[in-house]
């Protein structure tokens, strides 16, 4: 498996065959009262195909503008791709046209949002939004769109899908529409689907019908997904490689099974410490918790952004000048880190 | 019927003081007229159907289920939020259906909710130290500087600090926000709290701070929490005794470490086996029961057993006759013919009946 | 309160830097984890302050609102003071010297009928003034509280109030006034009385919506659920949080007011001459636009600027007001 080198930037523009995206030194920034404050910052990864990257980090941390960002969807104003690059099979999609890129959104990479009831439309029956999906890329007849429409919906588990296509999105019930959204961004065969926590919003068990089901399409399929999500459960149920990431920086990127029994950076060690293991009140008596929370944008530490939570925070983690960046360590087996304090610390997983 | 709760003693509850529980719902019902359309009249939803909690003071209840299924509807009816159709509500023996205007206010003070929404339920135009000190200043006649004394008090309790009291809402995370909430709560000494989703919106980190503070301050002052939540692993963390409702209706509940690990009721098996756990290997390794479809509409509910449309061990028996609660071993009850009737049970755990077809492969097409 | 206020820096305030590239990070102090979940709101928070200084201080950091605030100030005075800032007579006439130019020995010149055109602003502020607070006046008594009521009361009530507001809005606005006046007679106060009587369905429905909206907080159900009475519940929680789309909307309606008194005088209905309101001016003023026209300009200026002055002074109020800026 490769490993992005993070934070140096590659010379060579050729990325290896089997990646299919690769992010590059990407920073974002909006506009605030406090003039443009960056909110992601040096995020690198990459991706093949029929991979699962999940990203996860808490609430704010730039997952989702991380997300839009490689489907060319920053609101701007008031946001912004101030640096870096994202390349879809080479193809630089920073800086492309939009109406390159809307060649490109939903043919080759598709999105899959939290909401689905704020992504469909209420006003049009949900065949033919997919099928309205499906013309925009092909240049098909309505019939046959139509009929691509009805294929999808099947495929995704919805039942009499030829009549359902026909229903309105509040005629769905939520984990149908999720479905719906699904379908919608299959419809065309992306390479790379983007889910941003596409399964949040929803009941356990609904939530394991959805999981059922990416699955499903990476295994069968060959889908390279990446699975935005806070919860470290999905991820381990459903993802090859994760990034984690903190205040607008990855802290982490490894492998699943490193991640959980060997993480590398004291903030994921500590995310899986704060899991709520199915231990009940008698058999532990206080939940681990990280100290204070998250900083907001505008207001990250200086050195190290964990520094003021972290349990192993030292002088060196606090160094440095406004700005500064702790680079992203490289480790064993592609597992890389961005805690200064790496070699000296025993951190613990999930047991 | 309404008597089912007593049919078994559970461990966990009648432990409190010799006053009997802090809470005593029984036979609750709540009805809700839904309008359908302009001509078509209304159609009643039960939502909740013939409920009863007992929570003793110092323990905590946990209520789970999926959307829909009529926990905040309970947990509202029971502070009267709503009023219940029937049933009968004690608190600390005083029965509290039926009583209107000043002696309904005054037994609020016995029962406090905190809500889910962290960014709603603090009025934003309030300063920190107004909203902490409105219960006080309903119900207590303090002076300017009794009371300051107090809000101070509470502030700390649930650790921040005093300087935060002349700021507004929109200036604290959630975590703080909650805690907020939880200190404007706990203001009157209530007896019981009802928290209705109260971490759900919280990051795991500031989620278990939350959860932390809360179990210490129920053990400073002995009051019974009912904790509604879907997250499964927080509410074992968290509860003496669970009850899983769906469509309105209790379908298991008992101590928390049997409904864990010998579930009585498929749909409790269901919903334990659906949460992710955060370890890959086990993860991966263990069966996921996907349940088929979404729970049924409200206003037209499945005949016999409600759960039947989705059951994987549905029986002919399921679909006419509606389950009676079923003492289970270990306490509490479930409402399951699988106790009575095919493996016959007999109050044992669904996990040792064998599923007839094993669901988990491929995607579900069942809606 | 027991409050120092010490001199604040924080993120409250937008630190200068617009546009400036490097994102300011306020450096941490404490590397140890303090255990409390206090770093946000300490980033975020300036310091403590009451409702009120808390209010003042923000409004002041508003400079288009202070700005406009001063103008109104400055217009209101002039209004007052408007005899001994007048130059001339705005009501003597000299049919020798009409329409002159600006400057010379009359500031802004001349009209038709020879009169001093600065003066006759100046004494004109009154009657514009004046009736822009009649007609707001007007709307916001026999709005504001119906539509408290219809909101809070909701069911009958609600639906009676709410059949004769669409009744009234049914009608077109001009048409209404006209007939309004018409029965009243045609002078200032019954015109501005008309324009108040549009004004309150407008009004009410807001305050109504609003109601409505801030019942189904989750804060009202929390203090209902502490044992609040409803009549406390509507002073503290409902009409605060009304009271912020109200002021802008007070803002509002007044600048509409000033247009609608000129228009309404344009046709004859509102101001009678001799007297003049700066719209019935301008109405004057446009039968010469081609030779002379100053005579439209001059008195049109502080109709428009007026008009923005509310609008950036009630934007500016409603900034101001404690209420939550959501993130994200
Ligand atoms: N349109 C915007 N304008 C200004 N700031 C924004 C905007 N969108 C996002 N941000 C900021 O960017 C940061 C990252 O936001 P993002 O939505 O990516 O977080 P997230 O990790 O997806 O969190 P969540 O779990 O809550 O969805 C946040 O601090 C947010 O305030
Ligand atoms: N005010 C209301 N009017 C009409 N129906 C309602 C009302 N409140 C709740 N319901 C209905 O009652 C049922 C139970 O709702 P309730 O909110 O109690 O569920 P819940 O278990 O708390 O779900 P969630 O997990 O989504 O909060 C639902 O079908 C809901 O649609
Ligand atoms: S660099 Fe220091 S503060 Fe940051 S995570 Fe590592 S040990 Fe903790
Ligand atoms: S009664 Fe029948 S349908 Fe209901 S839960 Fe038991 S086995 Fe399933
Ligand atoms: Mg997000
Ligand atoms: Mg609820």
């Not at chain 1, 093949?48 to 991380?66: F, I, P």
């Not at chain 1, 961004?185 to 959805?210: F, S």
């Not at chain 3, 994102?23 to 984890?33: F, I």
Request: hydrophobic letters at 40%; aromatic letters at 4%; glycine letters at 10%.
């Amino acid at each position: 498996m490769t490993t992005p080198e993070a934070s140096t930037a590659q010379s060579g523009p050729v990325p290896p065959a089997d990646r299919l995206l690769d992010v590059e030194g990407l920073e974002i920034q909006f506009v605030t009262d406090l003039g443009w404050t960056t909110v992601v910052e040096d995020v690198s990864f990459s991706l093949s195909a029929g991979e699962t990257l999940g990203l996860v980090g808490e609430s704010g941390s730039g997952k989702t503008v991380t997300s839009l960002s490689l489907m060319g969807l920053i609101p701007s104003p008031p946001g912004r791709v101030s640096k870096g690059s994202i390349r879809l099979e080479g193809r630089e999609l920073v800086g492309m046209s939009q109406r390159k890129l809307n060649a490109i959104r939903g043919e080759e990479i598709a999105m899959i949002f939290q909401e689905p009831m704020t992504s469909l439309n209420p006003a049009f029956k949900v065949g033919d939004q997919i099928a309205e999906t499906y013309r925009r890329h092909r240049r098909v007849s309505r019939k046959e769109a139509a009929r691509q429409a009805v294929r999808v919906l099947d495929k995704v588990g919805i039942p009499n899908a030829e009549r359902r296509a026909r229903s309105y999105p509040h005629e769905f019930s939520g984990g149908m529409r999720q479905r719906a959204m699904i379908a919608m961004a299959l419809v065309c065969d992306p390479k790379v689907v983007v889910a941003d926590e596409p399964t949040t919003a929803l009941d356990v068990t609904i939530q394991a019908q959805v999981l059922e089901l990416m699955g499903w399409m990476r295994d069968e399929l060959d889908m390279a997904l990446i699975f935005v999500t806070h919860d470290l459960g999905v991820v381990a149920d459903i993802c090859d490689r994760v990034v984690v990431m903190y205040a607008g920086q990855i802290v982490e990127e490894a492998s699943i099974r490193d991640l959980y029994y060997q993480p590398q950076h004291p903030y994921s060690s500590a995310l899986l410490a704060a899991m709520p293991q199915q231990v009940s009140r008698t058999q532990s008596t206080e939940l681990a918790s990280i100290p204070g929370s998250p900083p907001a944008p505008g207001t990250f530490p200086v050195g190290c952004r964990f520094h003021p939570r972290c349990e192993y925070a030292r002088d060196k983690c606090t160094q440095g000048e406004i700005g500064d960046l702790i680079r992203l360590r490289e480790l064993s087996n592609g597992q890389t880190s961005r805690c200064v304090r790496v070699d000296e610390i025993e951190l613990q997983g999930a047991r | 019927m309404s008597d089912w709760t007593h049919s078994t003693p559970d461990p966990g509850a009648g432990a409190g003081g010799a006053g009997g529980p802090t809470l005593d719902a029984r036979d609750l019902r709540v009805t809700f007229q839904l309008k359908r359309g302009m001509f078509r009249g209304r159609v009643p939803l039960h939502a909740v159907r013939s409920v009863d909690l007992e929570i003793d003071a110092g323990e905590t209840l946990g209520l789970v289920g999926e959307s829909g299924s009529g926990k905040s509807t309970a947990g509202r009816a029971i502070l009267r939020l709503l009023e219940p159709d029937e049933g009968s509500i004690r608190i600390d023996g005083q029965e509290i259906t039926g009583l209107k205007g000043n002696e309904l206010r005054r037994v609020r003070r016995k029962m406090q909710m905190v809500f889910q929404d962290p960014y709603s339920s603090l009025d934003p135009s309030m300063m920190i130290a107004e909203s902490i000190g409105e219960p006080l200043d309903v119900h207590e006649d303090l002076t300017a500087s009794q009371r300051r004394e107090r809000v101070g008090e509470l502030i700390e309790l649930v650790k921040l600090s005093r300087g935060h009291l002349s700021r507004y809402p929109y200036e604290f995370s959630g975590g703080q926000r909650q805690r907020v909430a939880l200190a404007r709560a706990i203001a009157l000494n209530p007896r019981l709290l009802v928290l209705d989703e109260a971490v759900s919106a919280l990051d795991v980190s500031t989620q278990n701070q939350v959860i932390n503070l809360l179990e210490e301050i129920q053990q400073e002052f002995d009051m019974a929490y009912l904790f509604i939540a879907h997250d499964l692993s927080v509410v074992r963390h968290i509860s003496q005794r669970v009850a899983v409702m769906y469509l309105g209706q209790i379908a298991e509940h008992g101590p928390t470490e049997r409904l864990f690990e010998r579930p009585g009721h498929p749909y409790t098996e269901a919903l334990l086996s659906a949460v992710p756990l955060p370890d890959p290997d086990v993860q991966r390794s263990r069966e996921r029961i996907v349940l088929p479809g979404d729970i049924p509409d409200p206003t037209n509910p499945p005949t016999g057993c409600m759960f039947h449309t989705r059951c994987p061990y549905v029986m002919d028996v399921c679909k006419e006759v509606e389950p009676e609660p079923y003492p289970m071993q270990g306490g509490g009850v479930a409402r399951c013919h699988l106790h009575t009737d095919g493996p016959k049970l007999g109050g044992g755990s669904v996990r040792d009946a064998e599923r007839p077809t094993p669901s988990g492969a491929g995607i579900s097409t069942g809606f | 309160m027991s409050q120092q206020i010490p001199e604040d820096g924080q993120a409250q305030d937008p630190t200068s830097a617009p546009g400036g590239e490097a994102p300011s990070r306020t450096v941490d102090p404490a590397p140890a984890p303090a255990g409390e979940g206090t770093q946000t709101a300490e980033a975020l928070a300036g310091p403590s302050l009451s409702a009120r200084k808390r209010f003042l201080r923000r409004f002041r950091k508003q400079w288009p609102a202070m700005i406009a605030l001063v103008y109104l100030v400055l217009v209101t005075l002039a209004a007052v003071l408007a005899p001994v800032l007048a130059t001339h007579d705005p009501l003597s006439q000299n049919l020798g010297n009409v329409l002159a130019q600006p400057g010379g020995e009359h500031l802004l010149g001349t009209d038709d009928l020879g009169r001093d055109l600065y003066s006759r602003i100046v004494f004109a502020s009154r009657v514009s003034l004046l009736a822009a607070v009649q007609a707001v006046g007007v709307g916001v008594a026999i709005g504001v509280i119906p539509g408290l009521i219809a909101g809070y009361s909701g069911k009958k009530l609600d639906a009676i109030i709410m059949r004769i507001t669409d009744a009234v809005m049914s009608f077109p606005p001009l048409i209404l006034a006209i007939a309004i006046v018409g029965v009243l007679g045609p002078n200032l106060t019954n015109a501005m009385i008309a324009v108040g009587i549009i004004f309150a369905p407008r009004f009410l429905r807001l305050v109504r919506g609003t109601v409505l909206a801030v019942r189904q907080e989750t804060f009202i159900e929390a203090s209902l659920s502490i044992g609040t009475p409803v009549r406390r519940i509507l002073r503290m929680h409902v009409l605060p949080n009304v009271l912020s789309p109200l002021i802008v909307q007070i803002s509002l309606a007044t600048a509409l007011a000033m247009l609608a008194e000129a228009s309404l005088s344009f046709l004859g209905l509102g101001v009678q001459p001799p007297q003049a309101s700066w719209g019935s001016m301008v109405e004057r003023g446009f039968r010469h636009t081609a030779s002379a026209p100053w005579l439209t300009v001059f008195p049109g200026l502080p109709i428009a600027m007026t008009v923005l002055a509310f609008n950036v002074l009630g934007d500016g109020i409603r900034d101001s007001i404690g209420r939550e800026v959501r993130r994200g």
